[in-house]
């Protein structure tokens, strides 16, 4: 053997074992570098290219499906009062790029009052209406019941290992908050429908169709545009207590659901795909339903949102994908969405130019090592 060839061994046999390393330390490089994720991207049955949303929904004349028609929905926004800029300027990103032409009405909570120059500033970016609430007491707060010294040794674990928001109260509260109660707000009952926004995110496209009729029509439930995995210490208990719930109830349990989406063992384990909830347009119908009023207050009694710190994004999914057939989530490939630090660009070139899209698609989070998204192409082929 020459010299050359000796080198090429050794470094070969060097960055094979460092692959190796990495892959047995680090669960986000074995991620990045999965055959799963890597093929992904060059598949070409993806839910992006398999489930577009019909040319007939697309406002390109007044033959369109959503022409004249509206459905009962609204956006729904929570914010504090500092949060003020970021506020406006989301939603007059939604208004340039959607709302203008819809004129669905706003609904904004917060649980103290806003103050009047924050209603004065958001109400003059918006078309169409907006109303402020104030989120109840029993909404918001850490129930009397949750064993505080329990609660506190929660947070600080959490904090010590430098979870994001692990020592936060308030932060939970949010979390349970939109888990089970922003639906059943006095404000938000007379409608079926949200599109939620939070503060500082991005619309990169034109969107040039209705998500909320299409959503209808297709008796669907639930639109997202960014999945990605949970932090397992925000959630360590949460599974079993869905296995359980599936064992006491089910009745709620739907055929033909996403499981696979969250599982690579038909429920035995849970692999932490959730949708990405900052970006959600869904059904509060659903919500109310009997199979997810019993989930809400059976995790709720676990105290998990408190003694843990469970995020409304894999409650809500694991939900989604167990009550709901898998046919009834939709992938809103059209929908250019950025919450920092990720954003979706559409993969399809074609809702790209059509929606006018300010992102690059090169940079889009779908086939990111930390994305879910191949997951759901997986289960839509199956
Ligand atoms: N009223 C109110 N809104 C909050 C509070 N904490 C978070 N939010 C809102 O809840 C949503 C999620 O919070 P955010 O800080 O964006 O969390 P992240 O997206 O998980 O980093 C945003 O709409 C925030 O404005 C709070 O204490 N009070
Ligand atoms: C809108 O939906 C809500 C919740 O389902 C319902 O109570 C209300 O009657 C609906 N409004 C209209 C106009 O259909
Ligand atoms: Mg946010």
Known sequence: MNTTSRYILLILGILF???????LTHEEYSRVTSIDSIASHFRGGTAAEKHPVPEEYLELNSGTLSYNRKANATFVVLARNSDLENTVRSIRRMEDRFNRVHRYPYVILNEVPFTDEFKKRVSNVITSSVEFGLIPKEHWFQPDWIDEEKATAGRKKLEEEGVIYGGSVSYRNMCRFNSGFFFRHPLMLKYRWYWRIEPDIHYHCDVNFDPFLFL???????????????????????????RDFMKLHPEYIAEDNAMGFMSENNGETYNLCHFWSNFEIADM??????????????????????????GDAP?????????????QIHFFDEIGYEHNPYTHCPKK????????CGCDRGRSFDYDGYSCLSKWDRLMEG
């Open 17 to 23: 074992s460092l692959h190796w390393i990495l892959s």
């Open 216 to 242: 209808e029509d297709h008796n669907k439930i639930y639109g997202f545009t960014i999945s990605m995995y949970e932090f397992e210490k925000t959630i360590p208990t949460l599974w079993g207590h869905v």
């Open 285 to 310: 119908d659903f919500w109310r339903g009997p199979a997810y009023t019993a989930f809400f207050e059976y995790l709720d009694k676990q105290g998990g949102f408190y003694y843990e710190r469970w």
């Open 315 to 327: 409650v809500h999914s694991i939900a989604a994908a167990i009550f709901a057939k898998k046919d």
């Open 349 to 356: 070139e074609e809702s790209w130019e059509r929606g006018r």
